[in-house]
């Protein structure tokens, strides 16, 4: 009779590797695709390994510096090597269970000493000191670390609505700060204004009041040369009588609703004319002394 030899063979997927017993022990692994064993030799496949990264998610709650209860989620992204898959076949029954182990405690022995603050600010380093751990650990088992996030950082519910209200607060202070600065800049630039306002009107009454006088003495200057025997006083006296009558005209013709009693005569006419005329004569006198 002849020898009769009997192959069975099996395929492995992309992306995966097979481990190939003898007799229970390893013998190789199968690359992807068709592979062939002996059983009469003892050889079976055994397990099949993916390559692909897997993603693992792991809640931590622990205690930060400041004694904030905070729940982490860190995401653990892995994969088999392909070269060491026997290790990860044969060492580890869960090796997601050794995972969240060793991020447990990595993470428990870095948050305790870091504020919630800086936690917030150096979630990077918790990351990476997970990471450094992880590929120390988990390498030595034929796996490998592709990434670790901290996804996100959940403090308790009062911690963060006091958060909220510290900022807000703050925020509000701010605006304050910056109300009162516009009103601030707001008073003075009014100020200015009517400052600037106030002087060009004291330049308007100058001016005016320079016309009235240069007008006055071209008038008394005409009048004497015209009608001969008047003097200055004279005509002076008449041309007040003239502004007394215009102002009281241009006050019953005034729109406004006000009223105002002044003394009307002849004689009240004289008086105001003394009184301009003393007053002039009083600030020229005082004019010479100072020169």
């Known amino acids: 009779m002849g020898n009769v030899c009997c192959f069975f063979c099996g395929c492995v997927d992309q992306a995966s590797i097979g481990v190939i017993e003898r007799w229970g022990r390893f013998d190789r692994l199968a690359q992807p695709g068709l592979n062939c064993f002996n059983p009469f030799a003892g050889e ?10 897997s993603s693992l998610d792991v809640k931590i709650e622990t205690k930060t510096k400041d004694n904030v209860f905070v729940q982490l989620l860190c995401s653990i992204q892995y ?5 060491n898959a026997d290790d990860a076949f044969y060492e580890l029954q869960n090796p997601k269970e050794q995972i969240q182990a060793y991020v447990f405690d990595v993470v428990r022995a870095h948050v305790p000493r870091m504020t919630l ?3 917030f600010e150096q979630k ?10 992880l590929e120390k650990v988990m390498g030595a088992y034929g796996y490998m670390i592709e990434h670790i ?57 100058a001016r005016q009041r320079q016309a009235i006088t240069d007008g006055l003495r071209e008038n008394i200057l005409n009048f004497s040369h015209k009608v001969e025997g008047t003097t200055a006083k004279e005509v002076m006296d008449l ?19 006000t ?11 004289r008086d105001i004319t003394d009184q301009l005329r003393n007053g002039l004569m009083e600030a020229t006198s005082a004019q010479i002394n100072a020169d």
Not at 44 to 53: E, Q
Not at 79 to 83: G, K
Not at 174 to 181: R, T
Not at 259 to 269: A, K, L, Q, R, Y
């Open 79 to 83: 994969r088999v090597v392909r070269q």
């Open 117 to 119: 603050d800086e936690l």
């Open 124 to 133: 990077g380093e918790v990351a990476k000191a997970v990471s450094e751990e």
């Open 259 to 269: 009223t105002v009693f002044i003394p009307h005569g002849p004689g009240h006419v």
């Open 239 to 257: 041309i007040m009588v003239t502004q007394y009558f215009d102002t009281i005209k241009d006050l019953g013709n005034s729109s406004k609703n």
């Open 44 to 53: 079976c496949l055994a397990g099949v390994l993916s390559t692909r990264i």
């Open 149 to 205: 996030l901290m996804v996100d950082i959940i403090p308790d519910t009062s911690v963060r609505k006091a958060m909220n209200e510290i900022n807000a607060a703050q925020r509000l202070q701010l605006a304050s700060v910056y109300k009162g600065e516009a009103e601030k800049i707001l008073l003075v630039k009014r100020a200015e204004a009517e400052a600037e306002a106030k002087y060009l009107g004291g330049v308007g009454v």
